[in-house]
């Protein structure tokens, strides 16, 4: 089982461009949640996709969209890049009904420039 | 609405002697709690997890938490530190009010000492 999967590692991208992240969950898994992570922070909830469709979605502006597939991976896309979206973007996976327990992949680290 | 303080945002520890982490939460309804560790330019790892069982909670690599009702905390144990308990701890709340939304709290930087 390889676990949650995030590509790519580090992603270096210009204000004003607009980035895709992507994630592959646990095997088993149904729901994918996002997280971002700025330096010396805890992680922020952005949102959470399950069945295809957007479940919860956290305090961030509508440039923050994401999608899920039918084999339950997901992207997340930016838009407008900011400086201040610099951060660790973190993906995590649970099965719906496990007690909220998720399992999170490595993350991406995205610089804004 | 759900939160999460940790107290100490540093706590420095030698090899050998017990840790603490100080964590407290407020929930307006029945919540579960985790533990996660972040090692340098690493994902975020389970040490533990509560969820209306035991309040004790053992975890993996030594470390156990008590879930306190009558306190809202939910305090981060380990008798002996290793060198390898270096890293960034989070105490993180999720109620089903809030669906599967983790809540994370700031993270105290653990420095262990030789």
């Known amino acids: 089982d390889a676990g949650v999967t995030q590509s790519p590692t580090h992603l270096i991208k210009t204000r004003g461009q607009q980035v895709t992240l992507r994630c592959s969950p646990k095997s088993g898994h149904d729901t994918v949640s996002w997280y971002q992570q700025a330096l010396g922070q805890g992680p922020q909830f952005i949102f959470q996709y399950y069945e295809e469709e957007e479940r919860q979605r956290g305090n961030f502006p509508d440039r923050f969209s994401g999608h899920q597939f039918p084999n339950y991976s997901s992207e997340l896309n930016v838009n407008a890049l900011l400086l201040g979206d610099s951060a660790l973007y973190l993906c995590?996976?649970?099965?719906?009904?496990?007690?909220?327990?998720?399992?999170f992949g490595p993350g991406t680290r995205l610089t804004v420039l | 609405a759900q939160s999460v303080t940790q107290l100490d945002s540093h706590v420095s520890v030698s090899e050998g002697t017990p840790v603490l982490l100080r964590c407290n939460y407020s929930?307006?309804?029945?919540?579960?709690l985790f533990w996660y560790v972040q090692h340098p330019n690493k994902g975020l790892q389970l040490l533990l997890k509560?969820?209306?069982?035991?309040?004790l909670v053992k975890g993996i690599n030594g470390f156990e938490a008590e879930f306190k009702k009558s306190e809202t905390s939910f305090h981060l144990t380990k008798p002996s530190a290793h060198m390898s308990d270096a890293a960034e701890y989070f105490c993180v709340v999720s109620d089903w009010a809030a669906g599967n939304k983790l809540t994370f709290g700031g993270g105290t930087r653990v420095l262990v000492k030789p």
């Open positions: 929930s307006s309804y029945s919540p579960s």
């Open positions: 995590a996976s649970s099965l719906t009904g496990t007690n909220n327990e998720q399992f």
């Open positions: 509560y969820t209306s069982a035991a309040t």
